[in-house]
């Protein structure tokens, strides 16, 4: 494997920024050599995707002979916040996943994903792997642009996920990773798995397994290994319910992350430590699967609670 | 004047957020109103030092009460609870309300407070928005005009700042308040401050002389003014972008609100550690310093100025 630089900045005082890229590829190249990139750390407090390429990496390091495409990895992408716990790119408090597709005239943030952007540029495929944020936790789940789902559905499903959530097109996601390289004519998929901070070896496992499969269909590696492919549900055929709290309080579950639940299910309470009370109890609207559920136990009124995939509106 | 509430959030452990706007009712019911929002961020002091002081400029120092002729709504703080522990964003989950208009009612807690607010601002005919800049840069004061189809650079002259940028649209632009609302009828402007954490006396007055200016041209007070500048219109390309090749200790040797000429020094970067000087920063050009890094240390290719260009 090779490891470059895609992207360095001297800091201040006495240290070096590098946004760094590991590369797999076949002892030859051919002019149809497919290229996949895996891309994870955009926010610093997501370390899910870090897991997942160092899995992938250890397996393409264990397996080289099966390599027959391009594979490269950019596990950090925002190596200053991973390192130092924080979302966005330190000092400037940028998201980074709202800077592209920046530039060299940009600041700071703005000229790093310019460089990351420019170097995936050119690959067939790329995957985004996010890992929620601190407060929420989610199942294996692929997010796809309406706009570009014609040629990212079909990746999708291969990708081992348990939910395939098809959304309209949004001006301000635009400035995203995926939009930005969608427009440039990379299929990228975005990945939502696990929680912030944290990392869930059991979806690591089962993304790896998706990633694996999906590059042995497109050749990228050539094994006769069988990778899992599970059945994702897909927000095509059902509406997506958002339960969020009604009031301030600590939030207390009542039921089991990914469960299947059934309209009225209780899904937890908003209590009050002073007073012993119970502020507001939450009921599911709808049956279906809770593919998303609080783990950060704060919560102001609007503070996202729980998503379910269940049947459509009209059928509740 | 009244006191209006304008949105309550409640906090498990924290006194609510109460976001009031202080209504001051004109004489005449057909005259131009404004509203005026003034912190929406935690790290704007400039902006809610502005705001509050209009109220009491409002309050105070008209003689007369007539002679307030338009509605004038002043909203000094969104924000309370990100200005109380100098925090930028919100404080739990870091999102910023100047990105979640026109807001949503049944969503997450910011785009709660964005849609209480823009619901308080309806139905103005102007609109100004007190703002600091992103990234870690201060400023002249100037005005913000987004290239939306909506805009009237007509009107925001009447402020009689240097300098009004005219900025192309970027995707993220379509959820701040500015963008919103015109979209719903409102001629807005955002009036972008210094973001100085402390206060410098003749910086906020000219903030503050720039909406007294607004606001007597437009008739919605009767007050007399001097005049201001006659604002330049700049556009993104009339903007020399000034990047630092090495990254250190900065030191501008010019200030903002400066005139400069080609080849003129106007910074230089220190070696962190060893004190020699390892960049000293030009001007490509003659021009104004309209924006300048605002930390001791500098990244490497970071922007150190902005200028406009002259000549």
New interface residues.
Partial sequence: MQITEIFS??????EK?TIKKGRFEPKERKPDTKRISIVSGTHGDELEGQYVIYLLSSWLRENTDTISGIVDLYPAVNALGIDTIT??FP????DLN?AFPGSN?D??PG?LVHALAEDVKGSDIAIDIHSS?I?LKEIPQIRINKEFSPSTLPLAKKLNCDFIWIHDAV?????TFSHTMNEMGTKTLVVEMGVGMTLTQVYGKQLLSGILNLMKSEGIISTDEEFEQREPFSSEVGDVF?I?SP????FVQSITHCAIIKKGDVIGTIV?PLSGKIHDTLYAPSGGILFTLREFP???????IARIFGESHENN | MKTIEILR????NRSPLIAEGYLFEGSDPTAPSVAIVGAMEGETILPLYTASKLVDFLRHSLDDESKIVGNILVIPSVNHYALNINQ??WP???TDIN?MFPGYG???????IAKKLFDALQGYTHGIILETR???STCIPYIKLFESGYEDLKSAKKFGYRLIHHKSL???D??SLQYNWQLWGTKAYSIICPSDTNIDLNTSNEVFDGIINFLSKNKIIQYKVLSGYESTIVKNRDIE?IKTS????FIPTKKIGTTIKKDEMIGKVIH??EGKVTHRIFSPCDGLIACAYK?G???????AFRVIKSG
């Fill in positions: 900045s001297q800091l201040p005082v006495g920024l979302r966005g000092i400037y408090e940028v709202r005239h600041y700071l000229q944020n407060f001006t301000v996601l635009e400035a958002y969020n009031s301030a309080g600590l009050d704060v919560v102001y009124e609007g503070s996202l | 959030i409640d906090s498990l930028r964003f739990l989950d870091k990105t049944e969503g997450e807690t910011t785009q709660r992103e990234g870690i970027r995707p993220t379509t959820v972008i090495k990254s250190g200790i962190a550690l930390n240390l500098i990244f490497e290719n970071a922007v």
